[in-house]
C-alpha cells in the first residue's frame, strides 16, 4: 500500500482553504471527484444526493461490500488562526469540525486500493450536509444508493481533548439524538401603554422557556443525560409603544436515545400549547434539525478494537455517549456499522472553535485504521 502524505497534505490544505457550508458543497466534491480521478481512480462514481458521490473500488472476486464515510460540509464560523498559509479564504465559513481531514483520509485509504481487494468491494461515500442532519438521510435514500448498499458501513471523528491517534468508542450510542426545533407564536400588536388590547408573545415565550428547564429535570439522570437548551429568540420591534404581536423562540434537544427526545419533544410541545391558548396567540413550529442516535453494535465495536490493536493505537472505551449528533446514525439504523473517535491531541482546540485545525499527523492513523477495517470485514469468515 503506497501513500502519498504529501498530495494528501496538500489536498487538506487546499480543502481547508476553500470551505463550504452544508448544502452549497458544489466546489468541494467537485475537486474530490478530480482528486480520485487524477490519484486514485475508482471503477465507478455514483451521483448522491446534493454534491454527495460514492467512489467504488471492485475486488478482484465478488464478495461483501464495505462503506466508510467523510463529509464534505464547513461551518458557518470564521477562521481567526491568520498565521495559517492555508487559512479559509471564505469570510465566516471554516473547517471548523475537520471535515476537511476526514476527506484526506479517505482519499488516502482510496491510494491505498490501487491494487484491488482479493473478493468483495469498497465504497468510499463524500457525503454533503451532515453539519444539518440532513445528508446521510438524503443519501440513503437517493434511488441511486442501492447500488451501493453496504454490508457493513464505518465513520471516524477525529477528537479534540484526547491523545493523539487514540481511538476512543463505545457500544450502543456513541453520537447523541438530537432535535432542533422552533416556536413561533404569533398574536396582535397593541399599544405598549395598553397591552390588553393585543395579544403578545413575550409571557407565554418566558414560561415556556422556564417549562423547558422543568421538562429536561424529569428526563436527566445519573445515569442517562437529557438536555433541553434555548438556543435563540426574537420578539417585536424596538419602539417603546410597540407590544409585538410575533416571536420565535428555539430550542436543541438531547438525549442518548431517540425515544427520550421524542417524549421530551411531546412534553415542550404541549406546554407550547397550552401557553398559546392561555394567551390567544396561534401557535406554529419547525423541525429545523433532526439528528438519529449514532448506535455502534457489538459487532462493528469489536471490529474497530481488533483494527486499533492491528494499528497499534490506544483504546479507550468511554461510557456516556458523546452529546453532538451525528448524521452517520441514520446509515447505522439501516446497516450494521460503526463510529469511533480518533484523538486529535489533548491541548488541541475544541470542535467548532473559531481557531480549530484538523492536524495533519491524523492523517496516518486514520488511514491505518480504515484500511485495518477494510480487511477485517472483507475477511470471509466476517460475521454481521
Not at 182 to 208: D, N, W
Request: net charge negative; with cysteine.
Amino acid at each position: 500500500m503506497i501513500i502519498d502524505f504529501k498530495i494528501l497534505i496538500e489536498l487538506r490544505h487546499w480543502l481547508h482553504a476553500h470551505p463550504e457550508v452544508s448544502r452549497q458543497e458544489v466546489e468541494t466534491g467537485r475537486y474530490m471527484r478530480r482528486f480520485l480521478s487524477d490519484h486514485a481512480a475508482p471503477d465507478e462514481i455514483v451521483s448522491l444526493a446534493g454534491a454527495g458521490f460514492a467512489a467504488v473500488y471492485e475486488g478482484r472476486a465478488a464478495g461483501k461490500t464495505v462503506m466508510l464515510r467523510a463529509e464534505l460540509d464547513a461551518l458557518p464560523i470564521h477562521e481567526i488562526n491568520e498565521d495559517l498559509p492555508y487559512r479559509s479564504l471564505q469570510d465566516g465559513v471554516g473547517h471548523k469540525c475537520g471535515h476537511d481531514g476526514h476527506m484526506a483520509i479517505l482519499a488516502g485509504v482510496a491510494q491505498g486500493l490501487a491494487d484491488r481487494p482479493a473478493e468483495g468491494r469498497v465504497v468510499l461515500l463524500f457525503q454533503p450536509d451532515e453539519e444539518t442532519g440532513t445528508g446521510a438521510w438524503s443519501c440513503c435514500t437517493h434511488p441511486d444508493f442501492e447500488k451501493i448498499r453496504p454490508d457493513v458501513a464505518f465513520a471516524l471523528h477525529n477528537l479534540p481533548g484526547f491523545p493523539k491517534g487514540a481511538v476512543v468508542c463505545k457500544t450502543g450510542t456513541f453520537a447523541s439524538a438530537v432535535k432542533y426545533a422552533a416556536f413561533r407564536f404569533t398574536g396582535k400588536e397593541a399599544h405598549s401603554a395598553q397591552p390588553e388590547t393585543g395579544a403578545s408573545p413575550s409571557f407565554a415565550m418566558a414560561e415556556l422557556t422556564l417549562a423547558a428547564r422543568e421538562i429536561q429535570a424529569r428526563y436527566d439522570g445519573p445515569d442517562a443525560y437529557a438536555l433541553i437548551v434555548p438556543v435563540y429568540t426574537g420578539m417585536g420591534v424596538q419602539s417603546s409603544g410597540v407590544c409585538p404581536a410575533k416571536g420565535e423562540v428555539h430550542f436543541t434537544l438531547r438525549a442518548a436515545e431517540g425515544r427520550t427526545v421524542e417524549r421530551m419533544w411531546t412534553d415542550l410541545l404541549g406546554e407550547a400549547e397550552k401557553r398559546a391558548n392561555a394567551y390567544g396567540l396561534a401557535l406554529e413550529t419547525e423541525t429545523k434539525e433532526e439528528f438519529a442516535a449514532n448506535a455502534n453494535s457489538q459487532v462493528s465495536f469489536d471490529m474497530i478494537r481488533m483494527a486499533a490493536a492491528e494499528a497499534g493505537a490506544d483504546f479507550i472505551e468511554i461510557d456516556r455517549p458523546f452529546r453532538w449528533g451525528e448524521d452517520f446514525g441514520e446509515i447505522t439504523q439501516r446497516y450494521e456499522g460503526g463510529m469511533f473517535g480518533l484523538g486529535a491531541g489533548e491541548h488541541q482546540p475544541d470542535l467548532h472553535n473559531p481557531d480549530y485545525d484538523f492536524p495533519d499527523t491524523l492523517l496516518e492513523p486514520g488511514i491505518k485504521m480504515f484500511s485495518n477495517l477494510i480487511q477485517l470485514a472483507l475477511r470471509q469468515e466476517a460475521r454481521f
